[in-house]
């Protein structure tokens, strides 16, 4: 349901000190993506399920189903294997139209060689998907937006889509905040949720709400669409998604995402831009992967998007609550996971424990608190992955480690910590702990006298070979 | 049916689970369908058929035992697997994780004391008539 924007205050009967969500409370969400989209479906399923009739308008001026930058929200677009079993015990159906492509296994490529890593029982656990309606050179709508179908899914709950930009967001005298579109009057709320992202100037203003809300401190991607076609891919990348380990000044991390019809190529990395772009699509070891003949110049679309990688302080406030991206988020991986469990957590304080800002900070923000201390983690364990990234021996011992829990059916217990760490599947402690398990290192401190004669060897060209 | 869509494709009458192995997951069904059924002295009693989005196999997730039941593909089912683990560390961290689940067992228990209450009348007929059912024969009256 699209309906235009409400012209009625919100809930003028009650006092300004009231501090939960009753019959006829009003919540603006702004933002429809996966976020706002998943908060909305959550506190409306909550609050039938306490007999609470409250209304959601969520302000989202974008068509995600259009191709193109119009309808994207720029990001990898990858569902978690974690995230993909939430959602399904939730009842939120992932159709097989939205999910492009199952992914089954990671192959991670090095330039001493390749490995690949699969999941349990052969199953497809991992979605890939486009957020928006593909990239601008989409003829034919094969798939379905992901953001637009869980926007579907909100409406189907009851939430109604108000198409316009959000302009400001103050709070009234009476202490709710009210919301202001283009051309339209404030309109009061019970409570406003920002779940617009962090490549939006729109968050700059809480900073000066006097809320102690500071935005997340960003660094920039590279994303980019290659088309390809479906047989092409099923040919090449197949059911994988293929992370590299390459040691390239810059260079964080980079993946090449199989879809339906297109590759997206995801890059982290210090000052990213499109030279690092370039170089990474011309080493040795993507071309391999990709089909031959593929030409990394003619891609369909590419975007820069920022990428929030240190969340807000204070992401709550008296009847405001900032969640996904513009909250905190995880880190580098799975931040469509971190978007439904804050999302999750604010519906669930709003229905449950009240709109205050004290409700936010012992319900609310302990979810926070939690995924900010496991990043605290996470950082830790990349730095463990980027001295694999730089130093050769360690990378051909990681990988004679990993090629031989697999080939060898040992405890996958090296594999499980890549595939964990390029996934995003779990916590970064639980990761970390797994990481400097006796088990793990006592295998490292076997395998490095092999690992350096290896390393002694001249070096050989890279071939399209992969080790599974 | 897409090939790479989300979870594991099963053909026509493989098992998802069997009756008695140790459970460390639960399964949602995709598309497709599946059957549940119970195994007892050589026979198969078909208890139930279960379609898309249905969650199975959660006793044996919550319970600590052995499967109760055989899950079975009905022609073609594309079933999703759900981590033991990853559940209850959800559940621990999100309680309102599992109002699904009670819902869904809720329901399956309002379901099961109406299947009581339509047996107790079949027994209660065939004592009237002659010799009393044996449960599988209860079972297959209904089915």
């Given at each position: ?468 | ?127 009237a008539s002659g010799p009393a059912a044996t449960p599988a024969e209860r079972v297959a009256t209904r089915g």
């Amino acid at each position: 349901m699209v309906a235009q924007l409400p012209n009625i205050s919100a809930s003028p009967d009650k006092r300004s000190d009231d501090v939960d969500l009753v019959d006829g409370s009003r919540v603006a969400v702004v933002g429809g993506g996966p976020a706002g989209s998943l908060f909305s479906h959550f506190l409306l399923d909550m609050a039938g399920r306490v007999d609470l009739r409250i209304a959601v308008d969520i302000f989202e001026p974008r068509v995600f189903a259009q191709p193109g930058p119009a309808g994207c929200n720029m990001c990898g677009g990858i569902v978690s294997e974690t995230l993909v079993q939430n959602l399904a015990v939730e009842g939120v159906v992932l159709e097989t139209d939205v999910v492009q492509r199952g992914l089954d296994s990671y192959q991670l490529h090095t330039d001493v060689g390749s490995v690949r890593i699969a999941t349990p029982n052969d199953e497809m656990r991992i979605g890939a998907v486009h957020r928006g309606g593909g990239p601008r050179d989409v003829t034919e709508a094969k798939w379905a937006s992901f953001d637009s179908h869980l926007l579907d899914q909100a409406v189907e709950r009851g939430a109604t889509v108000v198409k316009a930009r959000v302009e400001e967001i103050v709070r009234g005298t009476d202490g709710r905040p009210t919301v202001t579109v283009k051309g339209g009057d404030p309109v009061a709320y019970d409570l406003v949720v920002v779940a617009t992202g962090v490549n939006t100037s729109l968050l700059k203003t809480f900073e000066s709400l006097g809320i102690g809300y500071t935005r997340p401190k960003v660094t920039k991607t590279l994303i980019r669409e290659y088309h390809l076609g479906e047989e092409a891919i099923n040919a090449s990348l197949g059911t994988s998604m293929h992370v590299f380990l390459l040691n390239m000044p810059r260079l964080e991390f980079a993946a090449l995402i199989p879809k339906g019809d297109y590759v997206t190529l995801a890059m982290l990395g210090e000052d990213i831009d499109n030279a690092l772009g370039d170089e990474f699509a011309s080493q040795p070891e993507v071309r391999a992967v990709m089909p031959p003949g593929w030409d990394p110049e003619a891609r369909s679309c590419q975007c820069l998007p920022h990428m929030n990688v240190y969340g807000s302080e204070k992401p709550y406030a008296d009847r405001i609550v900032f969640i996904g991206d513009s909250g905190i988020t995880r880190l580098y991986k799975d931040g469509l996971g971190a978007a439904y469990r804050t999302a999750k957590a604010a519906a669930r304080t709003a229905i449950f424990e009240g709109v205050s800002e004290a409700a936010f900070r012992d319900h609310f923000m302990p979810v926070c608190r939690s995924i900010q201390g496991d990043n605290r983690i996470g950082r830790f364990a990349f730095v463990l992955t980027r001295l694999a990234q730089r130093m050769r021996i360690a990378r051909i011992a990681l990988l004679r480690i990993v090629r031989d829990e697999q080939e060898q059916h040992r405890t996958p217990r090296l594999s499980s910590v890549m595939w964990d760490m390029f996934s995003g599947s779990a916590p970064y402690r639980d990761i970390f702990g797994r990481m400097v398990h006796p088990a793990v290192i006592a295998r490292g401190i076997v395998t490095m006298p092999g690992a350096f004669v290896e390393w002694l060897r001249p070096r050989r060209p890279q071939g399209k070979e992969v080790d599974s | 049916m897409s090939e790479a869509a989300l979870g594991r494709y099963y053909a026509d009458g493989e098992i998802v689970a069997r009756q008695g192995e140790v459970g460390d997951c639960m399964f949602i069904v995709q598309d497709g369908e599946v059957e549940i059924l119970l195994e007892e002295h050589g026979t198969e009693v078909v208890l139930r058929r279960a379609g898309r989005n249905e969650v199975l196999g959660e006793m044996a997730v919550f319970e600590h035992a052995p499967r109760s039941a055989t899950i079975r593909a009905v022609g073609r089912a594309r079933i999703l697997t759900l981590d033991k683990r990853n559940f209850m560390r959800r559940i621990n961290e999100d309680p309102s994780l599992a109002f699904r689940i009670i819902e869904i067992m809720s329901r399956r228990v309002r379901d099961l004391s109406h299947e009581v209450h339509e047996l107790q009348a079949v027994v209660r007929e065939r004592e009237a008539s002659g010799p009393a059912a044996t449960p599988a024969e209860r079972v297959a009256t209904r089915g």
